[in-house]
């Protein structure tokens, strides 16, 4: 009797549990409805990708069809190689650079504020107001001056120098989270700045670092501005390299399919890789 | 271990003309267990930031065993913190945030484990040394941070309010932890609390400040018995001594309309050397008892039974508030008038009304 009461009463919080979590829910369902409307186009662009060029056209949509890597084969012989290789090049370094600038920038701003600190800060943001548009043809000329049109370096600069901004606020902020007594309790531990940072604020920051570089990554590969007016055939990235399937005659929307399907791979790849270190970074917890 | 030396040190905050501590001269001797009390705002904690070498000192100088700290980084001047809240490195493990100051100075891993696992038992932490900070309470924690200190056999302990984080029966048993284990180890301490009863029983000496100033530096009973000004003698003792301004008559003072309280011949002489026409009287809840005839006539507005003891919170006419202590097995009714009249040892402290300075 009385053990089988005592079950009863450590099972009756988690039945309550349950019965609540299949209570109607109106947000979830606004949740799947936008969910689904964001993830529709992405798997229709999928779909089409393995379909035959004739079947994309059809006007009833078609759900069911014979797939084929054909349209994929035609990309490869399109010479989508060097494209992906660029995209890749100038994505990863552009990466690397401004995580190894804004990094440092945030710390200073942030955990270590100085005199003008706000106007540092505000300085960064300004940069992002004009309109990339308005500075194209300054740009041009710079680069055409010093030689780099058509060159993959001149994409890895103004990559970083586009992603720095973002970096250094959003860094900031995760750095603001960390409490400033941490970095003191480690000098009186005995331990140098750099010494500090390393052991004790950048585990902190991690996932903070993995966002970032998250958001810098897919920013850089899908930037499509300055990569169609700075290059031409060598330096090509894969955003231009899929504008090139946009054909004045003929049917093209699988093949532009299967060359999105192949660009948008690695930025969802690197995503799902971040995402185990940002969830990681969640349940992290208890800093304070 | 070291002897501390405050010589006129001063601190000026960025972006302010006020200082945060003004021209502070302490001695602290070496072993000795020194509590810096005072209100928020009376620059404590910046004055033991200053120590730690985390705020800088602007004017005078502070001395660690005889040697100048002026402009000596943190990491090389071989003192211990714990913080208010804790500061544990939350993604170390307990060992290794009690190890982290060894590992940085080269000490072996064996040697480590050795020293960690040493402290830990003397804090009853040797279940815990593989967890991370987020799975300890509140009170675990605060060993933890105790235990990075005394790990590291540092010259000097800062501790800037370690127990308020803490409920209030935990931290009144943490509170002798703490001294016990300070007694035993010997360690120069400096401790940073705005609580006077942490004050009065933890430290051998006590410095109370006020507006970044020093009032007073003394043993908790000099401070209790012979406060230097009204703001100490306020400040220290709960529930706080009565300080009344009141008309000074030919043979003492007059509290209330028609009650005076009698002082004593020097006092008087002192009284009217002074040339005032009114001053500052304190005396003690507890040096206040219940009268049948004479004292000072005054009406109960409300009676804090604590048990043992009984508080018994009055007004003599309008302005002046009286607290006594009485038996709470005889202590009067509300709103019943009663005479309150000194007690025979009792000592009625005399301040300045302007400056609170002391009297006599």
Redesign the interface.
Known sequence: MTTTDVQKSVEAPVQKSKVKRRKFDPWGAVAWIVGLGFFFPVFWMVLTAFKHEVDAYTTTPKFFFVPTLDEFKAVFDQGVGTALLNSLFATTVSTILVLALGVPAAFALSLRPVRKTQDALFFFMSTKMLPVVAAIIPLYVIVSNIGLLDNIWALIILYTSMNLPIAVWMMRSFFLEV?G??L?????????TW?AVR??IL??VSPGIAATALICVIFAWNEFFFAVNLTAVQAQTMPVFLVGFIAGEGLYWAKLCAAATMAALPVVLAGWVAQNKLVRGLS????? | MATITYKEASCIYEGSDKLAVDSLNLDIEDGEFVVLVGPSGSGKSTALRMLAGLEDIDEGGIEIGGKDMVGVSPKDRDIAMVFQNYALYPNKTVAENMGFALKLRGVSAAERRKKVEEAAKVLDLEQFLDRKPAKLSGGQRQRVAMGRAIVREPQVFCMDEPLSNLDAKLRVQTRTQIAALQRRLGTTTVYVTHDQVEAMTMGDRVAVLRDGKLQQFASPNELYDNPVNAFVAGFIGSPAMNLVTVPITADGVRVGDNSSLELERDQLTRLHDAGLAEVTIGIRPEQLEMADSGGIEVVVDLVEDLGSEAYVYTHAGSGIQLVARSNPRTAPKLAETVRLRKHPDGVVHLFKPDTGERIG
Not at chain 1, 284 to 288: D, V, Y
């Open positions: 409490p007594e941490l003191e309790a480690a000098s009186l531990d005995g331990a140098s010494r052991e004790v585990p902190l992290f917890g208890a800093i304070k």
